[in-house]
């Protein structure tokens, strides 16, 4: 039985995965800060798909966290969700330092280290695959979160290209809005995103599921925003910052 570990698995995107690998027959170990809200949904994954669950509770913001994680991915997993991360109510350069640091060290370190630690025993078998959870943020400018999504696909692409293995996929995913818990945590008002571009949680990693398959380097999961992301390589940065101001982060 094939394992998958997530990161952030307890809710929004991660869950879903979480949901969709466990239906596929995977053995998941899930990752996320909240011990008890992991053990809840452990709990209920077994009950619902029979499938083995481990948890590990670890905050990538943290040198500890991260090492625990690493270490885990050592001993093999056929699947990493790279999917942990936030955003910030606030606007650059008002957010402070700190916070930001925190930021790149969960969307750039964590996915960094953490693949490498997954890489030489998908090597050694000649095969698995990592799926990075960016955003459509990241073709757009709009503060730190765009620019650390931006690196996550840069990363993406660069790493499955070196690898050169047709069988060890990496995959930036690359959703637009969706409804989870994301813009609330972070105290976001996410009002003034227009209504027909939420996407679903669960269709979303249908999608991206069935990009990874077909060996696509990033997964942009709805036509609505390949149209976006098309559009927006013709528009200049200047205006493609301005409206995205308007309509939100």
């Known amino acids: 039985m094939p394992t998958a570990l997530i990161t952030g698995a307890t809710a929004g995107l991660g869950a879903a995965f979480a949901r969709r690998l466990a239906a596929d027959a995977f053995s998941l170990v899930l990752v996320a800060?909240?011990?008890a809200r992991l053990e809840?949904?452990?709990e209920q994954l077994k009950l619902r798909y029979g499938v083995s669950v481990e948890v590990l509770p670890a905050d990538l913001a943290t040198e500890e966290g991260l090492a625990a994680v690493e270490a885990r991915l050592r001993d093999g997993v056929d699947l990493l969700v790279n999917n942990a991360g936030f955003g910030h109510p606030g606007r650059f350069p008002?957010?402070?330092?700190?916070?930001?640091?925190?930021?790149?060290?969960?969307?750039?370190?964590?996915?960094?280290?953490?693949?490498?630690?997954?890489?030489p025993g998908m090597r050694r078998r000649g095969?698995?695959?990592?799926?990075?959870?960016?955003?459509?943020?990241?073709?757009?400018?709009r503060g730190t979160y765009s620019a650390s999504k931006a690196w996550?696909?840069?990363?993406?692409?660069s790493a499955a290209a070196e690898?050169?293995?047709p069988r060890i996929r990496i995959m930036a995913l690359c959703p637009g809005?969706?409804?989870?818990?994301f813009h609330e945590r972070a105290a976001i008002d996410s009002s003034s995103i227009p209504g027909f571009l939420w996407l679903d949680a669960d269709a979303v990693v249908r999608a991206a599921m069935r990009d990874l398959a077909?060996?696509?380097?990033v997964s942009i999961p709805d036509p609505r925003y390949k149209a976006v992301v098309s559009v927006g390589r013709f528009v200049p940065r200047r205006l493609q910052a301005l409206v995205s101001s308007r309509i939100g982060r």
């Open 33 to 35: 800060r909240d011990e």
């Open 40 to 42: 809840r949904a452990a």
């Open 94 to 119: 008002d957010v402070p330092v700190a916070d930001e640091r925190r930021m790149l060290k969960v969307h750039c370190e964590a996915v960094l280290r953490l693949t490498l630690a997954v890489l």
């Open 127 to 141: 095969r698995g695959a990592i799926v990075n959870v960016a955003s459509v943020a990241a073709f757009f400018p």
């Open 152 to 157: 996550v696909v840069n990363f993406s692409e």
């Open 163 to 165: 690898i050169r293995n």
């Open 177 to 181: 809005f969706v409804r989870t818990e």
């Open 214 to 217: 077909l060996g696509k380097r």
